[in-house]
């Protein structure tokens, strides 16, 4: 079996293949330090809450935008695997080109996505990352990456709401019966939601618009963005396992 983890600026995303079937996927918060045993321990026990003993597992491979944990987690998995984790990083074979003016900026969360989404789905491709910022990359029909957009996250933007203004109250992220609100709660959801429905609409027209792409495939990620996904129909496809995926299929290039 193969565990492939992805360190986001919010949560580790964590999942287990057998071949190509997904057995199992855990979650746990980024913000928080911890020492190796307590990545070891905790990652095992989640494994065998699936009933997946630590033996079974031949690799790991792991994605990481927060270099801080990377040693402690790095760490864990050695001594509780006896595993040496592949990171994506530089000279990590993807499959696709980054074709931007600095390629180091990309972050590991995109190129998975990239890769994911041109090789599960054809190019050419947008894949749209609904995580800690909102995030629109697009590959082309050659598997060049060409271009990124980079917005505040849905979460991100929430928190900034009740953080910084002081008589707004921490509020449930979804769409309200109507953009029409009548108290507070209501309508910072409607300003939120309905907000990043547009943006997300703008944002895909505006690419098609300059690329001359009308086939472009669209393709959606992140934990929030059921809730954009399923209140547009520009959105092609929502796959929320998405940077899994591609984490498993750029394992597989490296073993080729």
């Known amino acids: 079996m193969l565990l492939v983890i992805d360190v986001g600026n919010t949560n580790i995303t964590l999942g287990v293949f057998e071949d190509e079937e997904l057995a199992g996927t855990f ?25 997946i003993r630590k033996e079974q597992i031949h690799d790991v491979i792991v994605s990481s935008v927060v270099p801080d944990i990377m040693y402690s987690l790095s760490s864990g998995i050695i001594k509780y695997f006896h595993k040496k984790p592949i990171h994506i990083g530089a000279g990590t074979k993807t499959g696709i080109r980054i074709n931007t003016a600095n390629p180091k900026e990309i972050g590991a969360d995109r190129i998975v996505d990239a890769v994911a989404g041109y090789e599960l789905y054809g190019g050419p491709v947008l894949v749209i990352d609904f995580g800690t910022a909102t995030t629109y990359d697009l590959i082309l029909k050659d598997g060049s990456f060409v271009a990124g957009i980079t917005a505040p996250g849905i979460e991100t933007s929430a928190k900034s709401l ?16 109507s953009i029409l609100a009548k108290e507070t709660i209501s309508s910072m959801q409607a300003g939120l939601v309905y907000g990043n429905i547009g943006q997300t609409e703008y944002i895909i027209r505006k ?5 001359g792409y009308d086939n ?33 299929i750029i394992y597989k290039k490296q073993k080729e």
Request: net charge negative.
């Open 216 to 248: 472009l495939k669209v393709i959606a990620t992140g934990g929030l963005g059921k809730i954009i996904a399923q209140e547009t129909d520009m959105i092609d496809i929502y796959d929320n396992k998405l940077t899994l995926k591609g984490l498993r």
């Open 162 to 177: 009740w953080q910084e203004a002081a008589k707004l109250p921490k509020f449930t992220i979804e769409k309200p019966e």
């Open 207 to 211: 690419v098609k618009e300059e690329t």
């Open 27 to 51: 979650r746990m918060t980024t913000r928080q330090s911890r020492t190796s045993d307590e990545y070891g321990i905790l990652i095992c026990s989640m494994l065998e809450y699936q009933e």
